[in-house]
C-alpha cells in the first residue's frame, strides 16, 4: 500500500486545512484509516482514526470538535478537514493504514510520508 498526503502549508491561527490522503495497492474498502501528528520534539500523537465504512470515527480529545475525518471509498481517499486552526496544531501530519492502539503506544500497517501543517499565531 502506497499513502500519498496533500493539503499541508501555512496559515494563520483560526483558519481551515483540508487533508487528503490517496491510497494505492490495496483494497481501500478494507482498511480503517487513521491520521497522526508530529511536533518538533515531540512524540507523534493521534489525530483521528475511521473505521473501513466511514460510520464510525474517533478523536483525540484536542482536536474533537475542531476536526472532521472522512473517507471516500470510491476514490480510495481519506480526508481531514481542520477548522479553528492552533499554533499548538503545527505538526507534519501522516495518514495510516490499520491504526492500532496497544496500551499507550500506537502502530500502523502503513504510513505516508507526511504533509507540514504549520499555523501561524
Known amino acids: 500500500v502506497t499513502l500519498v498526503e496533500s493539503g499541508g502549508g501555512l496559515v494563520q491561527a483560526g483558519g481551515s486545512l483540508r487533508l487528503s490522503c490517496a491510497a494505492s495497492?490495496?483494497?481501500?474498502?478494507?482498511?480503517?484509516m487513521g491520521w497522526f501528528r508530529q511536533a518538533p520534539g515531540k512524540e507523534r500523537e493521534f489525530v483521528a482514526t475511521?473505521?473501513?465504512?466511514?460510520?464510525?470515527?474517533n478523536y483525540a480529545a484536542s482536536v474533537k470538535g475542531r476536526f472532521t475525518i472522512s473517507r471516500d471509498n470510491t476514490e480510495n481517499t481519506v480526508h481531514l478537514q481542520m477548522n479553528s486552526l492552533k499554533p499548538g496544531d503545527t505538526a507534519v501530519y501522516y495518514c495510516?493504514?490499520?491504526?492500532?492502539?496497544?496500551?499507550?503506544?500506537?502502530?500502523?500497517?502503513?504510513w505516508g510520508q507526511g504533509t507540514q501543517v504549520t499555523v501561524s499565531s
Open positions: 495497492g490495496r483494497t481501500f474498502i478494507e482498511y480503517n
Open positions: 475511521i473505521n473501513w465504512s466511514g460510520d464510525r470515527t
Open positions: 495510516v493504514v490499520e491504526p492500532r492502539q496497544y496500551g499507550s503506544t500506537w502502530v500502523g500497517d502503513y
